[in-house]
T-cell receptor, first 108, second 117 residues
Framework: GQQLNQSPQSMFIQEGEDVSMNCTSS?????WLWYKQDPGEGPVLLIA?????ELTSNGRLTAQFGITRKDSFLNISASIPSDVGIYFC????????FGAGTRLTVKP | GAVVSQHPSWVICKSGTSVKIECRSL??????MFWYRQFPKQSLMLMAT?????????EQGVEKDKFLINHASLTLSTLTVTSAHPEDSSFYIC?????????????FGPGTRLTVL
């Protein structure tokens, strides 16, 4: 099946630092999505990417759809404590598949 | 808009009992809803796709007789865990698909934490 490899698995950073995480796949996806999940909650969509090479920002978040359509990255600039959570990438072809998640901890 | 609710938010039950979880799209109609399962510190695993007015489509390895899905209306899907056992304890999350372009977006519910004693 379509496997998404998301890394890193976890990150421990200081408030104010920038964060980068990525997803790669052996398969091509038509759409890449990035979600954030707070503890005990469902995922919330952060950014959606529709075209290869597309670079999209949402506040301090920036994500890119890789040229090969097999990868995507998410950057968070100037992290703050409320950025804590699990970030998931998801790729869509006929269905949606999730990466394993990146657990982010931000120290004040 | 695009709010999805789940009920209950948490449930504790005895082994052998059945538990029903509801997923509702509050402000849009969803022909398709999805049920996910999430173990601690793990990703979301798709269990089944729920289609209004037809049988659900289950992912490989998911027992359809154990996890009964009923998509009775365009705003409601239910997941019933039958004869629950401790290994069924997990966080169950539904999502509802809203038609749109360039893709049909999924909106997630807040999840239901099931603990089977």
């Amino acid at each position: 099946g379509q496997q998404l490899n998301q890394s890193p698995q976890s990150m421990f950073i200081q408030e104010g630092e920038d964060v980068s995480m990525n997803c790669t796949s052996s398969s091509i996806f038509n759409t890449w999505l990035w979600y954030k999940q707070d503890p005990g909650e469902g995922p919330v969509l952060l950014i959606a990417l529709y075209k290869a090479g597309e670079l999209t920002s949402n506040g301090r978040l920036t994500a890119q759809f890789g040229i090969t359509r097999k990868d995507s990255f998410l950057n968070i600039s100037a992290s703050i404590p409320s950025d804590v959570g699990i970030y998931f990438c998801a790729g869509i072809n006929n269905d949606m598949r999730f990466g394993a998640g990146t657990r982010l901890t931000v120290k004040p | 808009g695009a709010v999805v609710s789940q009920h209950p938010s948490w449930v504790i039950c005895k082994s052998g009992t059945s538990v029903k979880i509801e997923c509702r799209s509050l402000d849009f109609q969803a022909t398709t809803m999805f049920w996910y399962r999430q173990f601690p510190k793990q990703s979301l695993m798709l269990m089944a796709t729920s289609n209004e007015g037809s049988k659900a489509t289950y992912e490989q390895g998911v027992e359809k007789d154990k996890f009964l899905i009923n998509h009775a209306s365009l705003t409601l899907s239910t997941l019933t865990v039958t004869s629950a056992h401790p290994e069924d304890s997990s966080f169950y999350i539904c999502s509802a698909e809203r038609a749109g372009a360039p893709y049909n977006e999924q909106f997630f519910g807040p999840g239901t934490r099931l603990t089977v004693l």
